[in-house]
């Protein structure tokens, strides 16, 4: 029917919307409440029995959901002495809604008790792990990871990525045991403060699972403790989203390992950041031209006789004439 609703409450087991008219009906949800429809307006059905709730009277039917608030025309009877039935009803009905309030409110408390018991357990962790790391006297480890020494202190991944105090606890192995799912949401703000120790312990995965904004957070120190072996597999496009202050601190072996892999992707600014000292000619000499044209006229001055002249052997077109006339090497 088209009505206007006061109010969808529930009493005597149902949800009943009260209305303006006095058509209240019993009415259901299936979206958790977001919004509701009346149960049929008329069926036939089986009444086991008309209770009183929440303002109206309910008759519970025998079989499925099809319950129903019901009016008598019937007036009732006098006299006889009984109870009011009314007043009996209204007696029920407030007794029943105070308890389901109660119910309420010992299922909040006992909620509450519970988050504040698991707060206080992983404090104690996080503290545990901070002081035991400090003292040198307990290994940290991640909880999901396997446990080596027994006497070991317990922090969770999802702990580690929210308490920047954690991270300069952990060993390179303690860090490589964070998933990737964890250590990708790292906050950005918070890189700064991993350790050379941990970086180094990093797994591939790890580094690849880092966003532009968290690479870019790294500070250019860090950058350079990566390993060789890791900085070699790290994917292109991951590679691609470090800085040139990150760049220049490249050693020779992560600049060979920089060149080595889809060279092609890197971007003129990286370029110019790269330091070609002591990387092997060959190296040089077997980079792409797009990359070898990039270079600037300093860069040029700073590589060593062998260095150039493998790369003009190999390809005369490796530099354009205009950057050699102003080199050290126009003669």
């Not at 790391?133 to 202190?153: I, S």
């Amino acid at each position: 029917e088209a009505n206007i609703w006061r109010e969808v409450a529930y009493g005597n087991g149902v949800w009943v919307a009260t209305s303006v008219d006095g058509t209240n009906r019993v009415m259901r949800s299936t979206d958790g409440g977001a919004s509701w429809s009346a149960v049929a307006a008329a069926e036939a059905n089986g009444w086991a029995g008309v209770d009183y709730g929440n303002g109206v009277w309910v008759a519970v039917a025998q079989s499925g959901t099809t319950n129903r608030v019901m009016r008598s025309l019937d007036p009732p009877a006098a006299g006889g002495g009984g109870e009011d039935p009314a007043a009996a009803a209204e007696a029920v009905r407030a007794a029943q809604e105070a308890a389901y309030v109660e119910n309420v409110r010992l299922q909040k408390l006992a909620e509450a008790a519970y988050a504040e018991n698991v707060r206080i357990v992983e404090a104690a962790r996080v503290e545990a792990a901070v002081l035991a790391a400090e003292a040198a006297v307990l290994p940290v480890f991640v909880c999901a990871a396997k446990q080596v020494d027994p006497g070991a202190v317990c922090v969770s991944a999802a702990t580690i990525i929210n308490d920047a105090r954690i991270v300069n606890t952990l060993d390179a192995q303690a860090l490589s045991a964070i998933p990737v799912e964890n250590i990708g949401r790292y906050p950005a703000q918070y890189l700064a403060q991993i350790s050379p120790v941990a970086i180094k312990g990093m797994r591939v995965a790890q580094l690849n699972s880092f966003s532009a904004e968290q690479v870019k957070a790294l500070p250019a120190a860090l950058v350079a403790e990566i390993s060789r072996t890791v900085f070699a597999k790290i994917k292109p496009a991951t590679k691609n989203k470090f800085t040139a202050t990150q760049i220049k601190s490249l050693d020779k072996g992560q600049v060979t390992s920089f060149l080595s892999r889809k060279p092609q992707k890197i971007k003129k600014s990286q370029i110019r950041a790269l330091n070609f000292t002591g990387v092997a000619p060959k190296t040089l000499a077997d980079s792409p031209r797009s990359v070898l044209r990039k270079l600037s006229v300093r860069q040029l001055n700073n590589l060593t006789n062998k260095q150039y002249n493998l790369i003009i052997t190999k390809d005369p077109q490796s530099f354009s004439e205009k950057k050699i006339q102003k080199s050290r090497f126009a003669n």
